[in-house]
């Protein structure tokens, strides 16, 4: 069994919104998690981490403002809240478990990532 996977990717306009969700397989409501997205031809990057608790986020600054990480413990799922998309935020978006109960920005942090969701803004 996956420990994690990604739902809720597809196509939008620019300036539309997309909301993405990452179910978690196990319940390991003490460790964080974060949002990872990979371009065609490019390198993954880091979008958003969360705390094991919700308490502490963390965001890549080529988002900040215009997307929202959450979490629902009880529901074993985060969020990915996408507004104001652009055409550069086309990617494959994964969702990851970390190591650590922290907000992590480094792949390395990160043990367990989903297959990945892609997110297509059309111009």
């Known amino acids: 069994q996956v420990p994690v996977v990604e739902s809720g990717g597809g196509l939008v306009q620019t300036g539309g919104s997309l909301t993405l969700s990452c179910s978690a397989g196990r319940t390991d409501h003490d460790l964080g998690m974060g949002w990872f997205r990979q371009a065609l031809g490019k390198d993954s990057e880091f979008v958003a981490s969360i705390s094991w608790n919700g308490g502490t986020t963390v965001y890549a600054e080529s988002v900040k403002g215009r997307f929202i990480i959450s979490r629902d413990n009880a529901k074993n799922t985060m969020y990915l809240q996408m507004s104001s998309l652009k055409p550069e935020d086309t990617a494959v978006y994964s969702c990851?478990?970390?190591?650590?109960?922290?907000?992590?920005?480094?792949?390395?942090?990160?043990?367990?990532w989903g297959h990945g969701t892609q997110v297509t803004v059309s111009s």
């Open positions: 990851a478990m970390a190591k650590s109960p922290w907000t992590p920005v480094k792949k390395e942090e990160y043990m367990y």
